[in-house]
């Protein structure tokens, strides 16, 4: 199992993960174009996808999902509510998921879970081949205990390191932008995320990627230090996934 992020922030999320003949989007916010030159990065055409997950309904995340399922004819998943907040349905075939049941995609087996997010239904996800699992926790705004217990023992995993606390309080963002960025329902801070990894079992983990980081309030070296201080490595050793670029192939042995 391998898995690769098309790009990773406030303008545009999409990551890739891949297992013999299975390939999964989770996330299209980007528009058929820029999602067909990201995607060609990676070696990948739009046709190669089987389904996109959705999950939850801001536009960063699902903003490109009817557009690129309209052109390339691709599966659309996503919970109840966030199928009722998007409008999609009405659009494009939509089939949804219980946030707390686990389903099978070709060699994928997807667990859904439910996370603290101001969306309608949101859920991050952990995909597996049967041997090597991959957890994926892109926006929340706490750390739960199911969230820890879902994530518990990855061998991969992609996790939000949205803000640096001091930066968003002393930041440009207006005062109710700032709340709600760093509420219960809004994003991880550093610390959060270097909490939530420091309560999970890591002796598997192969590949820990920080995500979703805000280009006013971080700086990949604040992210990268606060993880590195739980895995007992040094900053360099811990990937960032960026706006622009998100990251290459990372391959789950």
Excluded at 113 to 125: L, Y
Aim: aromatic share 4%; hydrophobic share 40%; proline share 4%.
């Amino acid at each position: 199992m391998r898995f690769a992020s098309l790009g990773s922030g406030s303008k545009g999320n999409a990551l890739v993960v891949e297992s013999g003949r299975t390939r999964v989007l989770i996330d299209c916010g980007f528009g058929p174009r820029e999602l067909a030159s990201r995607l060609a990065r990676l070696g990948l055409t739009p046709e190669d996808l089987d389904v996109i997950l959705v999950t939850h309904e801001h536009g960063d995340h699902a903003g490109g999902v009817a557009r690129a399922a309209q052109r390339f004819s691709l599966d659309v998943r996503m919970s109840h509510g966030t199928c009722v907040a998007t409008g999609l349905a009405g659009q494009i075939e939509v089939s949804l998921f219980d946030s707390h049941a686990a389903f099978v995609i070709g060699d994928l087996q997807i667990e859904p879970f439910p996370v603290p997010h101001d969306a309608r239904e949101p859920t991050q996800f952990v995909v597996s081949d049967g041997r090597r699992r991959l957890g994926v926790l892109t926006d929340a705004g706490c750390v739960t205990p199911h969230m820890v217990e879902m994530l518990d023992g990855c061998d991969g995993l992609v996790l939000e390191c949205n803000h640096d606390a001091e930066m968003l309080r002393n930041g440009s963002y207006p005062w109710s932008l700032k709340q709600r960025v760093g509420g219960r329902l809004g994003h991880l801070d550093n610390l959060s995320a270097a909490s939530l990894l420091g309560q999970i079992d890591r002796r598997r983990l192969q590949h820990v990627v920080a995500a979703h980081l805000s280009e006013q309030n971080n700086t990949p070296q604040l992210a990268r230090a606060a993880l590195a201080g739980v895995l007992g490595c040094q900053p360099q050793d811990v990937a960032v996934a960026d706006q622009q670029q998100g990251f290459d192939w990372r391959e789950l042995c």
